[in-house]
């Protein structure tokens, strides 16, 4: 049974930054597409962050430069470093991972106040 867990979220000012995490079980992030999505509210979820088992990333235009996707393969946990947060960078985040099925964690709330 594969399992997604985020943390990390909270209510930070804009400018700030958080770090969430996303652990794994049942599925092995080195070996699998990974990412992180948001959504907020009234909107659809959109990708903000992939990552490939090879550990090429891809961001969003909206976030390049402020955001950064890792991953700790002794940990199997996948992160998202956010930066210089904005306002409209609230949502909740998502983190999902990828082999021959899709699966996502239960999301995390991230807040940025102006």
């Known amino acids: 049974q594969v399992q997604l867990v985020e943390s990390g979220g909270g209510l930070v000012q804009a400018g700030g930054s958080l770090r969430l995490s996303c652990a794994a079980s049942?599925?092995?992030?080195?070996?699998?597409?990974s990412g992180w999505y948001r959504q907020a509210p009234g909107k659809q979820r959109e990708l903000v962050a992939t990552?490939?088992?090879?550990?090429?990333?891809d961001y969003a235009d909206s976030v390049k430069g402020r955001f950064t996707i890792s991953r700790d393969n002794a940990k199997n946990t996948l992160y998202l470093q956010m930066n210089s947060l904005k306002p409209e960078d609230t949502a909740v985040y998502y983190c999902?991972?990828?082999?021959?099925?899709?699966?996502w964690g239960q999301g995390t709330q991230v807040t940025v106040s102006s």
């Open positions: 990552m490939t088992s090879g550990g090429s990333t």
């Open positions: 999902n991972a990828q082999n021959i099925w899709s699966f």
């Open positions: 049942g599925i092995t992030f080195s070996l699998s597409a």
